[in-house]
């Protein structure tokens, strides 16, 4: 078992490395304005990824475990259908594009029905334990958009090298991942005998993770977007390399909480409480060291790597470092409430609290610049954080008098 989650996490720490490493490397080469643009190809895709996979690797971790086979191959089939449907939406909407934007999203779509599938069966992978399958698939994805990205930006793409890159790596990733699966087994989840019933079945427990999944979405993606057409793609640049600079606490976070989980779920099942908090504790006191470190290395890495188009990253990072922390300390938390089946709570909490933020980002960005964007995103997150610890404060009130009661 731990020989399983230190594979895990060192799986999902490269995951989460190599492409922020990448994408430094890609910014020493671009202009802000090109790398605005760069960022915004991978924020289209995020959306589009979000849309047309439709939560396809949460619900397979739920249906694999609670149905039978033959039930769980009918729902999956339904959900990959569902895929293909918004694909299909997708590509019609690209008749009332320019053709350069035509261009983009049909390579968008057919990446992100690729990645769909894979995920898929990495989540297959997961549940039934073959940790190997799951390792090499994740490696060889993250591997190959890394040096396609490499070989693009120095063949001169620009900012069309990560959009060729994700095509190239979700297609090996595909390819893997029937071969390690098994043509025969992939056969099982290919849509057959689908109805609009059994669509229903499907889409209403995948849709209860969307709020979630657009909320996080919008705390990134729809900032980006904001600052590219209320500011410019070169100022979208700039803040973008600070932002990825700041990444390193929400990689921290992930990759952590993939090894901690087991273990904090294990303690909350025995009802140790106390000892769960002491690790969440540690963590977060770890989590709070990163912080105060990362804007002096950050910004010595600026200092010394990029031009100087790009100086003003440099105080843009310890602001948003500061703004990250509330956000980086409530994805640890939100761990209690998922233990204890409040995701319901936590959904509705992060995608109210991220929609506000992009609305008023949006009514306000003329006039506060980006400084005022951090303000608000630092403002935005101690609220949620504030919230998430309240709702757990009150069941831990609770179970305290269940245990008195009982006594």
């Known amino acids: 078992m731990i020989a399983n989650i230190i594979k895990y996490g060192l799986s999902e720490g490269v995951a989460k490395i190599a492409p922020f490493l990448t994408t430094l490397y890609v910014a020493k080469f671009l202009s802000p304005e090109l790398f605005g643009k760069y960022s915004l190809i991978i924020v289209m895709f995020e959306i589009t990824f979000i849309l047309i996979s439709f939560n396809i690797q949460a619900t397979t971790r739920i249906d694999y475990f609670k149905e039978s086979h033959i039930t769980f191959c009918q729902i999956k089939q339904n959900?990959?259908?569902?895929?293909?449907?918004?694909?299909?939406?997708?590509?019609?909407?690209?008749?009332f594009l320019s053709q350069e934007e035509q261009f983009v999203l049909l390579i968008l779509i057919v990446s992100a029905l690729l990645r769909t599938f894979s995920v898929f069966i990495l989540a297959i992978f997961q549940c039934s334990k073959k940790v190997n399958a799951y390792i090499y698939s994740n490696i060889i994805f993250v591997f190959v958009l890394a040096i396609s990205v490499f070989m693009f930006v120095n063949l001169g793409a620009s900012f069309y090298s990560w959009l060729y890159a994700m095509l190239i790596a979700s297609s090996v990733q595909f390819i893997l991942v029937v071969k390690l699966h098994g043509l025969i087994a992939i056969k099982k989840y290919l849509p057959s005998s689908i109805t609009f019933e059994s669509l229903k079945v499907t889409f209403i427990p995948a849709a209860l993770f969307m709020p979630q999944a657009i909320g996080w979405w919008l705390k990134s993606g729809a900032e980006r977007i904001?600052?590219?057409?209320?500011?410019?793609?070169?100022?979208?640049?700039?803040?973008?390399?600070?932002?990825?600079?700041?990444?390193?606490?929400?990689?921290?976070?992930?990759?952590l909480n993939l090894a901690i989980v087991p273990e904090i779920n294990r303690l909350m099942q025995r009802g140790d409480y106390k000892r769960t908090y002491r690790y969440l504790l540690a963590c977060i006191?770890?989590?709070?060291?990163?912080?105060?470190?990362?804007?002096?290395?950050?910004?010595?890495?600026?200092?010394?790597?990029?031009?100087?188009?790009?100086?003003?990253?440099?105080?843009?990072?310890?602001?948003?470092?500061?703004?990250?922390?509330?956000?980086?300390?409530?994805?640890?938390?939100?761990?209690?409430?998922?233990?204890?089946?409040?995701?319901?709570?936590?959904?509705?909490?992060?995608?109210?609290?991220?929609?506000?933020?992009?609305?008023?980002?949006?009514?306000?960005?003329?006039?506060y610049a980006i400084q005022g964007l951090i303000v608000c995103s630092f403002i935005i997150n101690t609220i949620a954080l504030i919230f998430i610890l309240k709702k757990i404060n009150r069941y831990k009130s609770s179970q305290h008098l269940i245990k008195i009661k009982s006594a």
């Open 79 to 95: 959900h990959i259908a569902i895929s293909l449907i918004f694909a299909f939406l997708g590509l019609v909407s690209i008749i």
């Open 226 to 255: 904001i600052i590219a057409n209320g500011i410019g793609n070169a100022a979208l640049g700039v803040y973008s390399l600070a932002l990825q600079f700041s990444s390193i606490l929400f990689i921290y976070v992930t990759v």
């Open 285 to 367: 006191v770890l989590l709070l060291i990163l912080a105060c470190a990362l804007p002096f290395l950050g910004g010595f890495v600026i200092d010394k790597v990029y031009s100087s188009e790009y100086l003003l990253a440099k105080n843009y990072l310890l602001f948003l470092t500061i703004a990250s922390v509330p956000q980086a300390i409530m994805m640890f938390y939100i761990n209690i409430l998922y233990f204890n089946k409040e995701g319901k709570f936590v959904a509705t909490t992060i995608l109210l609290s991220f929609s506000i933020q992009t609305l008023i980002n949006f009514m306000l960005i003329d006039y």
